[in-house]
């Protein structure tokens, strides 16, 4: 079943056009990555998802609702959290105020969504009360995952979740996903890092300058030698 269908979609900055009649669906269930070189509008397309940019042309469904020019809040409601690649994390509050400010739309008792995002990312419990600028970067992005999972989403938005991180940190953190994903969330992920992306996902989409390149299973893509050639060093 799809969840969130993203057609023919024209979108930018002021007047700079970005994405030229992009369209991707992300099925129930799935993890879907996009990827492709700097500039392909990658982030521009999570962005427009979210409503934080304004879709020029196309359409936008999430559970077969035209989502088209809703808000960010709106979207929110729908049932969808966004970790932007920066500023995902109130820096100045600890821990356990970042997972309490994630859950600000809520109005009933989140103590116990509080204590499974704790069992889900161990390595940040016992730091409750430590500042969030006092911990490491991979922490940090646990913080954002777990303050974007406060709600309970049906689909989690991904922009660069590895970004700056050292490998054994990016492997945690994808192991951290794929955890997210079996727990019924479904994932969009944009990231600059193909393999790892692909390597955990159910397909992919390739976007160059703002154009739908190739799609197909992650591990077709994998596979293809443009792909290989273009992102994979081989």
């Known amino acids: 079943?799809?969840?969130?269908?993203?057609?023919?979609?024209?979108?930018?900055?002021?007047?700079?056009?970005?994405?030229?009649?992009?369209?991707?669906?992300?099925?129930?269930?799935?993890?879907?990555s996009i990827i492709g070189p700097n500039g392909a509008g990658?982030?521009?397309?999570?962005?427009?998802?979210?409503?934080l940019l304004n879709t020029w042309e196309g359409n936008i469904t999430f559970t077969d609702e035209d989502?088209?020019?809703?808000?960010p809040e709106q979207i929110v409601r729908k049932g969808v959290s966004y970790v932007p690649q920066v500023d995902n994390t109130f820096s100045s509050l600890t821990v356990q105020e970042n997972l309490e400010m994630g859950a600000?739309?809520?109005?009933?008792?989140?103590?116990?969504?509080?204590?499974?995002?704790?069992?889900?990312?161990?390595?940040?419990?016992?730091?409750?009360?430590?500042?969030?600028?006092?911990?490491?970067?991979?922490?940090?992005?646990?913080?954002?995952l777990g303050r974007a999972l406060m709600l309970d989403p049906q689909m989690l938005l991904l922009d660069e979740p590895s970004a700056g991180l050292a490998p054994l940190v990016v492997d945690m953190i994808f192991d951290r996903i794929n955890a997210i994903n079996q727990?019924?969330?479904?994932?969009?992920?944009?990231?600059?890092?193909?393999?790892?992306?692909?390597?955990?996902s159910d397909r992919g989409y390739v976007l160059v300058d703002g154009k739908n390149r190739l799609d197909g299973l992650g591990p077709e893509l994998l596979a293809d030698k443009q792909i290989g050639e273009l992102f994979l060093g081989k």
């Open 183 to 200: 727990q019924g969330v479904t994932l969009l992920i944009i990231e600059q890092n193909a393999r790892k992306a692909l390597e955990n």
């Open 67 to 71: 989502i088209t020019g809703f808000s």
């Open 1 to 32: 079943m799809s969840l969130l269908e993203f057609d023919n979609v024209v979108s930018g900055y002021g007047e700079m056009e970005i994405l030229h009649g992009v369209s991707i669906r992300v099925d129930e269930g799935e993890i879907v």
């Open 104 to 144: 600000y739309i809520r109005d009933d008792d989140f103590r116990p969504r509080i204590e499974e995002i704790y069992e889900l990312f161990p390595d940040i419990e016992d730091r409750r009360r430590t500042r969030v600028d006092k911990l490491s970067g991979g922490m940090r992005q646990m913080v954002a």
């Open 42 to 51: 990658k982030s521009t397309l999570v962005k427009t998802v979210f409503g």
